[in-house]
């Protein structure tokens, strides 16, 4: 059994409302633009977002060095439309949790979340690709338009 860590917890401020922000997330097209650290790429056709509770949210990261595969199979437990995504991701036990803040003047507030996080998922390097990946979506938002 996998021992559970605690928490890891990124805030970041986004050019776009929290609407555009909510789609970039469910929106297979958007979400394979900006999902996983640099040096990886999500391929369209391994994603599947039903944004419900209950629905699916699966996805394979690749490697782009290796080709190695890392698969995402999760299950939505909360959504409030342009608001919050929580998932449930099944084989690791991890929740996580997208919490949308409008700022005003066309700006987002994005705070992720998870909470169970397996000892592998913590630590400085699963941090900096977290930020990793947040700096493609600050990227990706600014330059769509």
Do not use: C, K
């Not at 419900?52 to 060095?65: C, K, L, N, W």
């Not at 930020?131 to 979506?137: A, E, K, M, V």
């Amino acid at each position: 059994m996998t021992e559970n860590l605690g928490t890891l917890s990124i805030v970041r401020e986004l050019r776009a409302t929290p609407a555009e922000v909510f789609r970039a997330y469910v929106e297979p097209a958007q979400f394979v633009r900006f999902w996983g650290p640099v040096g990886t790429h999500v391929p369209l056709d391994t994603v599947t977002i039903e944004p419900e509770v209950g629905g699916r949210f699966d996805s394979t990261m690749v490697i782009e060095a290796t080709g190695d595969r890392y698969p995402l199979r999760a299950r939505f437990t909360a959504i409030r439309e342009d608001e919050m995504l929580e998932f449930f991701e099944e084989g690791v036990g991890l929740t996580g949790r997208i919490t949308l803040s409008d700022l005003g003047d066309g700006r987002t507030q994005v705070l992720m979340e998870q909470e169970n996080v397996p000892a592998m998922f913590l630590g400085p390097e699963a941090e900096a690709g977290h930020n990793s990946s947040f700096d493609r979506l600050v990227e990706y938002m600014a330059t769509r338009s």
